[in-house]
């Protein structure tokens, strides 16, 4: 899954895959970005959404910076060159045009989505995007990644367009207004709290300790825990308890693991800790949430919760992240 940030010639899928003998053209690539990427120009619609990190997509007409929660839309033809900061976790959308516009002309234009998208279709040459809060996108990320291993054949193709037009209905949901370009608005952090997330993302089921991470980035403990206050809003131990949470939806979206086995891989060797640091995240318990979204469902709907983990004040502990 690591790769560029999907502007280069090996994430764009060939015409003959997306019109070709398996049906429907439309694919999904998750991808994780760690090198720049481009120039490159494709002739496909292409909708990226951010799942994690922060990047620059720049085009002949402008750039535009990306966050978790943002979602750009690139027309087809238009030459683009990405540029990840340390990290960028992004979903793609490849449409055939063709297809694309016979799907959106029967939907509103009041639909923010498919604003961006008439507009790439039209033949605007210009970056256009929306953004969701960081938990939209944390509760459509699972079914997102989903929809991306439907694409290897998991899923029939009348199952893949399901689940992309719950994507499309929950992104109408719980999504602001068009922005167009979006200024540079949002802050990196700093580098060593950048590269601190990056390990923390590639190995969750590591027992971190707060020393061990600190001196992975050569800051001291007490410096790593302010800049993670200050610059993510939470302290290390919280963000991992998020991240592991999150990791744990997609693999209860995604697998057909127990949720004892879902808690383990992700770094949780005490059940009932992970289900309550779960529920305290998504607003339901794990096993609810498998047996509604996850692939023994009869329908898989995507759960929104409005319950957002807030970082409690809590005595140090030898590791991070509750991995009890």
Known sequence: MNAALPLDHTASPPALHLVGGDGVPLRVKDQIAHTPSGPVAVPFAKLIFTLSGWARVESPTGEVHLEAGSILTIPPGLECRGFPEEHARTVTFYFHPDYLADQIRWL?????????LHR????????????????????LTPHLVSLSQSSAGAL?????????????????RLSGQST????????????????????LRADLSQRW????????VALSPSQL?????????????????????????????TTSLPVSE???????????????????????????????????SAKRPIVTADTHLSDSPSTRSATIGGAR
């Open 225 to 253: 825990s302010r800049l993670f206050r200050a610059q993510v809003g939470l302290s290390p131990a919280a963000l991992l308890r998020q991240l592991r949470a999150d990791r744990m939806a997609e693999l209860l979206v």
């Open 180 to 199: 167009g370009t979006i200024p540079d608005t949002g802050r990196v952090p700093d580098r060593e709290v950048a590269t601190a997330l990056t390990l």
């Open 262 to 296: 879902a808690a383990a891989a992700v770094g949780w060797r005490d059940p009932a800790f992970a289900s309550r640091s779960f529920k305290q995240r998504f607003g339901i318990a794990p096993s609810v949430y498998a047996n509604s979204c996850g692939p023994r």
């Open 108 to 116: 509103s234009l009041r639909h923010p989505l498919v604003h961006c």
């Open 120 to 139: 790439a279709l039209d033949g605007e040459p210009a970056l256009d995007s929306l953004r969701l809060t960081p938990a939209a996108m944390r509760d």
């Open 209 to 216: 300790r707060i020393d061990d991470l600190a001196r992975a």
């Open 156 to 172: 029939s193709d009348f199952a893949r367009l399901s689940i992309a037009s719950e994507v499309f209905d929950a992104v109408g």
